[in-house]
């Protein structure tokens, strides 16, 4: 039987500011940090072990893999990072304060754009600092799998990366320390 662990990362310096992160790069705050190794420490306490894990490619879902290992005794195991894991992208509410954002928009609206599935966020444009083709990382990805935002339609679940079957483990524990949808 395969047992799959899914866990968020820990709070981010975002999170802790209110703003709206999606694929910017930020990393965990003193809290975050916390939780990750408390998700470490119960992951232990329940005798998890894990042949493999799965990470996006963001520092705050990485640096959560690498707390939850560590406690593990895990650091050793082979780690697949995957844009397909990011979180999802929030297009031009990147960087902005939510509370300041329902001012402007609505409560309603906000909520439609972070809940929804439906109903994307406002686009990036290609010249705007934030969109994924000026981040190295995304280098070599075919411009159009890159969402400026999540698809309104054809959304789907990114469980691994393309060409690499969870068979890889040997015992079928995989942990996703992230997961995130793309379009």
């Not at 799959?4 to 965990?28: C, K, P, Y």
């Not at 893999?65 to 195991?77: A, H, Q, R, S, T």
């Amino acid at each position: 039987m395969i047992k799959i662990v899914l866990l968020r990362h820990g709070q981010s310096a975002w999170n802790e500011e209110n703003r709206f992160t999606g694929w910017t790069d930020v990393d965990l705050s003193r809290r975050g940090r916390q939780e990750a190794l408390e998700a470490g420490r119960l992951l232990k306490a329940h005798e998890y072990s894990f042949d493999c894990a799965y990470t996006s490619l963001l520092k705050r879902s990485i640096r959560t893999l690498w707390f939850v290992l560590d406690e593990l005794d895990l650091m050793w195991i082979p780690v697949e990072k995957s844009w397909r894991l990011n979180e999802r992208q929030y297009g031009a509410l990147q960087g902005l304060n939510k509370a300041t954002t329902a001012k402007r928009y609505s409560d309603e609206q906000v909520h439609l754009w972070r809940r929804s599935y439906d109903v994307p966020p406002p686009v990036l444009t290609k010249d705007d600092n934030r969109h994924p083709i000026h981040d190295p990382r995304y280098t070599g990805l075919p411009e159009g799998d890159l969402p400026c935002t999540l698809a309104p339609s054809g959304a789907k679940l990114a469980s691994t990366a393309p060409g690499k079957p969870l068979s890889r483990c040997t015992s079928n524990r995989v942990f996703y320390s992230s997961l995130g949808l793309t379009r």
